[in-house]
């Protein structure tokens, strides 16, 4: 006959205590560094304190890479932007108050995200965008890319981006400007769609050399008006014609040498005039 062993009452049954995050530190990278705090605040500047304030660096570090990869591959390496976060743990560290109530971590964490987000608007913008308009580049990216996760087969209008953002349209379309100037394109980048290998530098405009005729030909036109016709005849066939001076006088019935001395005649005299003027 076998003997059943008696089962506790489930309200006398022993539990194991459930584990429990601390509420001050709610991360595993969050240490206790409450009294290190409280002893470097009273310490004068030296030794002594330079080392506990690098141990307390040391102990944060973690926290302050685990802050940095949340803005991983947004064009800046990860081991630049841990040097970014480190240095604003830094400045957390320098200006925190154990005294004021709050955790350390609270106080850290905004201070080292902004150090991070200073970086990419003073060092990473190809572009000088105002502040403004980088706050909504940020919106309408992230609205982007929600909606984008909704939609098969085509890209959210702009009146879209704008209702999911919370923003006017007018202001979705200056974040969606923002978009492309975080970089810039090099001048010998290849044109979208381009199948002869044509860059952006083939775009560029140089000076137009005619651009001094325009100037001489408005300078002169109130002279020109002025000539008798025979004389704007002849200067129409040698400068926009450009006959020889041998062919204007056969089609005129006038030696060359008669034409060779009113073609020189009219010059001096439209420079005289157009100088006359210009002074």
């Known amino acids: 006959m076998r003997t059943q062993t008696p089962r506790t009452p489930p309200h006398t ?5 459930p ?12 240490p206790d560094t409450d009294a290190a705090f409280r ?3 009273g ?4 030794r002594e304190r330079d080392l506990i304030r690098q141990e307390i660096v040391n102990a944060w570090l973690p926290m302050a890479d685990r802050l940095a990869g949340r803005f991983r591959n947004r064009g800046e390496s990860i081991e630049d932007l841990r040097q970014v976060a480190a240095l604003g743990l830094v ?11 709050a955790v350390f971590e609270s106080f850290a964490v905004p201070t080292i995200n902004g150090e991070i987000k200073r970086h990419f608007r003073d060092h990473m913008w190809t572009l000088h965008v105002p502040r403004r308009v980088q ?3 940020n919106r309408v990216r992230s609205a982007h890319q929600e909606l984008a996760q909704t939609m098969v087969g085509r890209s959210p209008t702009v009146a879209e981006i704008a209702a999911q953002a919370g923003m006017t349209e007018a202001e979705a379309h200056s974040g969606l400007e923002a978009l492309d100037s975080f970089t810039a394109l090099s001048l010998d980048a290849e044109l979208p769609g381009s199948e002869d290998g ?7 405009g140089d000076v137009d050399p005619a651009l001094d005729v325009i100037v001489d030909r408005e300078a002169v036109k109130p002279g020109l008006r002025r000539l008798p016709e025979r004389e704007k005849k002849i200067l129409y066939m040698r400068f926009f014609r450009d006959m020889t001076q041998s062919s204007i006088a056969e089609d005129l019935g006038l030696s060359q040498m008669h034409v060779s001395r009113l073609i020189t005649r009219c010059c001096t005299q439209l ?4 100088l006359k003027e210009a002074a």
Do not use: N
Request: net charge positive; charged share 35%.
């Open 13 to 17: 049954q022993p539990r194991t205590p």
């Open 91 to 101: 400045k957390a560290v320098d200006r925190y108050d154990p005294d004021h109530g």
């Open 19 to 30: 584990r429990t995050q601390s509420r001050r530190h709610p991360h595993d990278d969050a």
């Open 39 to 41: 002893r470097l605040a």
């Open 135 to 137: 706050d909504l580049r």
């Open 271 to 274: 420079r005289a005039q157009a």
């Open 198 to 204: 044509y860059s952006l530098v083939d775009a560029i």
């Open 43 to 46: 310490l004068p500047e030296g």
